[in-house]
């Protein structure tokens, strides 16, 4: 059976602390990323769409290092957006962090609210694989 192990990175124990989740959770040489929304390690809003968008990619990147993976790794992609219009403007942020070939798999999903409040525009969840 292959055992179960929480990825915390440094600035982000208060989400598994306070909020009580783990960023990343590994099993075997998969990670499942839990959803990365655009704040700072302040837990601040980052303002401005681009900026979070951008934030957001960043939060990925680091919790996918503390697990000893890449954005390379990644696998399959979930974004959530609470207006689906910003899709342009998302794949050109996306383009930037995820070029690697072959591309992972994504979906993206309308939602209401992200972040349990108002103002966030995107939620990145995310599953790779390490190789053997």
Do not use: C
């Amino acid at each position: 059976m292959n055992e179960r192990k929480a990825i915390i990175p440094a600035g982000m124990d208060a989400v598994y602390e306070k909020i009580r989740y783990a960023p990343a959770v590994k099993v075997g040489n998969t990670i499942y990323v839990s959803g990365q929304i655009g704040r700072d390690m302040t837990m601040q809003l980052v303002e401005g769409r681009e900026a979070q968008m951008v934030q957001a990619f960043e939060n990925l990147k680091l919790v996918l290092t503390a697990a000893n993976a890449s954005l390379s790794d990644v696998v399959d992609l979930t974004t959530f957006h609470t207006d689906m219009r910003d899709l342009p403007l998302f794949m050109q942020v996306r383009d930037r962090y995820l070029n690697t070939h072959p591309l992972p798999a994504w979906t993206a999903v309308g939602a209401h609210m992200l972040g349990g409040a108002a103002g966030y525009v995107i939620e990145i969840k995310a599953v790779a694989v390490l190789s053997d």
